[in-house]
């Protein structure tokens, strides 16, 4: 194997992957990941305030039945 594949071939062997949810177009559509690191970044909110609130909404939206 190449040296430039080793690195991509190590990592590949140790992912996991996550399963598909029909319901990640409404987080990508309503912004809520790049809105969120927005307000992190210019003080709006704090890291764990930002990630608390994410973690919320992703659980209602991913989980829904």
């Known amino acids: 194997m190449k040296e430039v594949y080793r690195g991509f071939s190590g990592a590949a062997k140790r992912v996991k992957s996550t399963t598909a949810s029909s319901q990640w177009t409404t987080i990508e559509g309503d912004q809520t990941i790049p809105n969120s690191s927005k307000d992190v ?3 709006n909110t704090g890291v764990k305030e930002s990630a608390k ?3 919320g909404h992703l659980e ?3 989980n829904k039945k």
């Open 60 to 62: 209602q939206v991913l």
């Open 41 to 43: 970044v210019v003080g």
């Open 53 to 55: 609130s994410i973690n």
